[in-house]
Every structure is written in C-alpha cells, then in structure tokens.
C-alpha cells in the first residue's frame, strides 16, 4: 500500500518559518518525484515546488522561489519542505505528491501525480 504522511502544518506569524515533511512508503523511490502542493481557499491547487527522484534537481514556483527549499534524505523517503519569510499569502491546505520520474518540466505541472497525502494546514498570520 503506497503512503505518504505529511507532518502537521500550524500557525505562524509572518515572517516566520515552518517545515514540513513528507514520508513516503510503498513506492520505488529511486523512480518517483515528489512535489508540493498547496490550495487556498476559493483557488485551485497549485505545485510550488517538486524534487526529481534523485534528488538532484528541483523546481519551485515564483512566489516561493528563494524563500522556500526542498530536500530530501539520502534515502529518498522523506522529503522536506522548508519554508521561511511566511506571508500570509502563503495560508493554505499543503499537499505532497508522487509520481514517477520525469523531466523537470512535466514534474512542475499537476499531470502525473500519482498519490497523494492528506494535507496540512498552514496558516500564516499577520
């Protein structure tokens, strides 16, 4: 059975920082990506950021580039979302993903992804 448990979101002021964690099982790792995603309310679910199965290269959206990183463990089962200068445009129902390994521009749309975890709130305040 493939899973993947996010770790619990929270409250944060903004300008604050936050991790979340992804931990896969039941999937290959050397050949799945693992993407973040997020949803706030009344928009639709977006992808900001992924990581290909190796680890060795990664893709985020604009609105979180050079704010964001995403990381993986050697044995690729976790995947970290590190997330600092929280806005609270960055409030939403986070979300990660797997999918089998692809070029980073297929892993930066929603198409592909395969499972999914249950998601995490964050909340950013002002």
């Known amino acids: 059975e493939v899973q993947l448990v996010e770790s619990e979101g929270g409250l944060v002021q903004t300008g604050g920082s936050l991790r979340l964690s992804c931990t896969a099982s039941g999937i290959p790792h050397a050949d799945y990506a693992i993407g973040w995603f997020r949803q706030a309310p009344s928009k639709e679910r977006e992808v900001i950021s992924c990581?290909?199965?190796?680890?060795?290269?990664?893709y985020y959206v604009d609105s979180v580039k050079d704010r964001f990183t995403i990381s993986s463990d050697n044995a690729k089962t976790t995947v970290y979302l590190q997330m600092n200068s929280l806005k609270p445009e960055d409030t939403a129902v986070y979300y990660c993903?797997?999918?089998?390994?692809?070029?980073?521009?297929?892993?930066?749309?929603?198409?592909?992804?395969?499972?999914w975890g249950q998601g995490t709130q964050v909340t950013v305040s002002s």
């Open positions: 993903a797997a999918r089998p390994r692809a070029i980073i521009s297929t892993m930066a749309t929603a198409r592909g992804y395969e499972y």
């Open positions: 990581i290909s199965n190796n680890g060795r290269h990664s």
